[in-house]
């Protein structure tokens, strides 16, 4: 099971911020503490986080119980109204340990998740990777150029010396294009076809 931070928080503090961080290195707009206005009246939840996907807006929202036992499923099932009310399309309701089964209930009939919060590090673990790599390119300025499979410039070069340079370089980087084949589907076959 991959995880993203080895941190085990012992607080729901430490549980709270890791979750914002998270998000946030995903790419979201996450923020602890914010306050929704609902039908039942305001309700502050503990981390909102929302994502804009070709132009339409997606809300999380995290409810970190950092218990040592099981939630109870009054808890998880309290949540239903505020989550249709607040137009969430995922509530997940963190925690530091297993949960009892009466939970899955809820899960299944309602965009509810109850998860440890090893589960939720593995639930967006590809996403935060994926973001910390374009994280990673942008900073590095062109370093695709490296190890992009389309060798872009790669024509501009004049002689063999400057060709055999430019090989080295783009061998040496090659294990940037197959650890971002997983992300990006449409690289594979030209990375296959080059390592044949």
């Known amino acids: 099971m991959p995880l993203i931070t080895s941190k085990n928080p012992d607080t729901w503090q430490e549980l709270e911020l890791l979750?914002?961080?998270?998000?946030?290195e995903c790419g979201m707009r996450a923020k602890r503490k914010?306050?929704?206005h609902v039908r039942s009246g305001p309700v502050v939840v503990d981390v909102l986080?929302?994502?804009?996907?070709?132009?339409?807006n997606h809300r999380i929202i995290c409810e970190c119980k950092?218990?040592?036992?099981?939630?109870?499923k009054e808890i998880v099932h309290a949540f239903r109204t505020i989550v249709h009310d607040?137009?969430?399309r995922r509530w997940y309701v963190i925690s530091h340990e297993d949960f009892a089964a009466e939970s899955s209930e809820t899960e299944q009939t309602t965009n509810i998740e109850v998860v440890t919060f090893s589960q939720f590090q593995t639930i967006y673990f590809d996403k935060w990777v994926?973001?910390?790599?374009?994280?990673?390119?942008?900073?590095?300025?062109?370093?695709?150029?490296y190890y992009d499979v389309k060798?872009?410039?790669?024509?501009?070069?004049?002689?063999?010396?400057q060709r055999a340079a430019y090989d080295?370089?783009?061998?040496?980087?090659?294990?940037?294009?197959?650890a971002l084949v997983p992300f990006f589907p449409f690289f594979g076959w030209a990375i296959r076809a080059r390592c044949r």
Do not use: C, M
């Open 34 to 36: 914010e306050e929704l």
């Open 168 to 178: 080295a370089i783009w061998n040496k980087y090659l294990f940037v294009s197959l």
């Open 19 to 24: 979750v914002e961080v998270i998000l946030n």
């Open 66 to 72: 950092n218990w040592r036992t099981n939630i109870p």
């Open 130 to 145: 994926q973001r910390r790599w374009w994280t990673i390119e942008n900073e590095a300025s062109n370093f695709n150029a």
């Open 151 to 161: 060798r872009p410039g790669y024509h501009l070069l004049t002689d063999d010396n």
């Open 86 to 88: 607040a137009g969430a």
């Open 49 to 56: 986080a929302d994502e804009k996907v070709h132009g339409i």
